[in-house]
């Protein structure tokens, strides 16, 4: 099997920790073994749902958008992001993406081919 090219096709689909994601390498897609690479939409004044992604390391590319990421055990730190930001996600950290006035796209790129299923909901997330 050679190189595989992926255009997009649709919509994306609803990720269950938020966004909408356009579908993009990953087992499913074409077979990968052990990554997937994924472009997120966020919706500006919406934050994702606190998740993380068991015994995956994630990396996030911001794209577009000014936004935070809420991260730690209780989603106490908390740093903004501006495009051209770079951040590295350890396996199973709790976080999520808190969106102001404005959407955000970024590129994630996961250690698990199948992008939905390492993700693990967690409680309910502060008013």
């Known amino acids: 099997m050679g190189c ?3 255009r997009r096709e649709n919509d994306g689909y609803a ?3 938020g966004g909408i ?3 993009g390498v990953s087992a499913e897609s ?3 073994k052990g990554l997937c690479l994924h ?5 500006a004044h919406s934050r994702g749902e606190p998740h993380l992604h068991e015994g995956h390391e994630s990396a996030i590319y911001v794209v577009s ?6 991260h730690g055990d209780d989603l106490t730190e908390r740093h903004v992001l501006n495009p051209g930001d770079m951040v590295y996600v350890p396996a199973d950290m709790p976080h999520m993406p808190v969106t102001g006035d404005e959407p955000v796209t970024v590129v ?5 081919p199948r992008e939905q299923e390492s ?6 997330r502060e008013p």
Do not use: N
């Open 65 to 70: 958008g000014s936004h935070e990421i809420w």
């Open 21 to 23: 994601f356009t579908e």
């Open 108 to 112: 994630v790129a996961r250690t698990d």
């Open 15 to 17: 990720g269950k920790q």
């Open 119 to 124: 993700v693990h909901l967690l409680s309910p």
């Open 39 to 43: 472009v997120l939409h966020i919706p």
């Open 30 to 32: 074409v077979g990968a």
């Open 4 to 6: 595989v090219i992926l």
